[in-house]
Nanobody, 119 residues
Framework: VQLQASGGGLVQPGGSLRLSCAASGSIFSINYMGWYRQAPGKQRELVASITSTGNTNYADSVKGRFTISRDNAKYTVFLQTNSLKSEDTAVYYC??????????????WGQGTQVTVSS
């Protein structure tokens, strides 16, 4: 199973970006999709997550500004980021947990995509 993340970039404060993370390979099901971020000198933290049943969870710092969604048919998770602030600057990583076609569990991370919020 491989993940490909995209959508990061440089944006001004108050702007928006849409991050995507697509999984490919021998996937039977994906149970959990999450976005994490890591700023320089800080630990990686959960930004948002969504389960196979659609339950979502957000960090307090992004509630009301970020929205996580998923396309089950395309094994893709999205993160719509609005009203971006300088403190949102970080490398964003996607994490997917699921079951392969051989019924082994997998826990994969994407390569990271840089989000920089600056004027």
């Amino acid at each position: 199973v491989q993940l490909q993340a995209s959508g990061g970039g440089l944006v001004q404060p108050g702007g928006s970006l849409r991050l995507s993370c697509a999984a490919s390979g021998s996937i039977f099901s994906i149970n959990y999709m999450g976005w994490y971020r890591q700023a320089p000198g800080k630990q990686r933290e959960l930004v948002a997550s969504i389960t196979s049943t659609g339950n979502t969870n957000y960090a307090d710092s992004v509630k009301g500004r970020f929205t996580i969604s998923r396309d089950n048919a395309k094994y893709t998770v999205f993160l719509q980021t609005n009203s971006l602030k300088s403190e949102d600057t970080a490398v964003y990583y996607c994490n997917l947990k699921g079951i392969s076609v051989t019924y082994y569990p997998f826990d994969k991370w994407g390569q990271g995509t840089q989000v920089t919020v600056s004027s």
